[in-house]
């Protein structure tokens, strides 16, 4: 079975400032991973996503994360944050072939000014 | 916008009682999911359907029950409705008959209050 750690419930940090949203996951299987972030109301949004290649994968909004298959994690950056991107972010993983996405328990990112 | 509607998007009602939530899927998308999002326990994935076949089921208590139609969309009901159950409850769709490579396309999700 697969799980999926966050390890911050919560990260403030000021604008400008650099951010790492920390995911770690577990699989006995060869996995697909996802970053989704939920805006305030609003339902999850694919932020970016790992399937295979390059383990430096880029998403929208300036947002990037790294596969490390060695250390099993998929760690979420951004080099500098803007009030905008205030929001929870989630990291997923699935299986290939599998039917099931299973989701973390979230970060919760908030921007300062 | 996502493409998946979900209606009601607050739904009011008291212990005991039966509900029926509605999701329409993105135009071309044959997988619908459920998941229930709650403070304490997260994004939790109830059940996944494929072109109105039931592929996969998660954490579903056994008083909620789902379907996906011929016309693809899907209801969750839930019924003997506790205080435990006030969630969000958030429907995907997929291109894909399995989670796969493919990302889910959420709605906005219905807000379930239980007094």
């Known amino acids: 079975a697969q799980s999926v750690t966050q390890l911050d419930s919560q990260v403030p940090v000021f604008e400008e400032a650099p951010v790492e949203l920390r995911c770690n996951y577990s699989?006995?299987?060869?996995?697909?991973l996802f970053w989704y972030v939920q805006y305030p109301n609003q339902g999850l949004q694919l932020l970016l996503k790992?399937?295979?290649?390059?383990?430096l994968v880029k998403g929208i909004n300036g947002f990037e994360a790294e596969f490390n298959k060695s250390q099993t994690s998929f760690h979420l950056r951004k080099p500098s944050v803007h009030i905008s991107d205030t929001a929870e972010y989630f990291c997923?993983?699935?299986?290939?072939?599998?039917?099931?996405?299973?989701f973390g328990a979230g970060t919760r990112l908030f921007v300062k000014a | 916008d996502s493409g998946v509607t979900q209606t009601p998007k607050h739904l009011i009602t008291a212990t005991g009682q039966r509900v029926t939530l509605r999701c329409s899927p993105r135009?071309?998308?044959?997988?619908v999911y459920w998941y229930q999002q709650s403070l304490d326990q997260g994004l939790q994935f109830l059940i996944q359907?494929?072109?109105?076949?039931?592929?996969a089921k998660g954490n579903i208590l056994e008083r909620f029950s789902a379907q996906q139609f011929p016309d693809l969309h899907s209801e969750l009901n839930l019924s003997s409705l506790e205080l435990g159950d006030s969630a969000l409850y958030f429907c995907?769709?997929?291109?894909?008959?399995?989670?796969?490579?493919?990302?889910?396309?959420f709605g906005n999700g219905t807000r379930l209050t239980v007094t």
């Open positions: 995907a769709s997929s291109s894909m008959p399995g989670a796969s490579d493919s990302p889910l396309h």
């Open positions: 699989s006995s299987v060869s996995v697909y």
């Open positions: 790992y399937l295979s290649g390059s383990t």
């Open positions: 997923a993983v699935s299986d290939t072939g599998g039917f099931k996405t299973i």
């Open positions: 135009s071309g998308d044959l997988s």
């Open positions: 359907y494929y072109n109105g076949e039931e592929r």
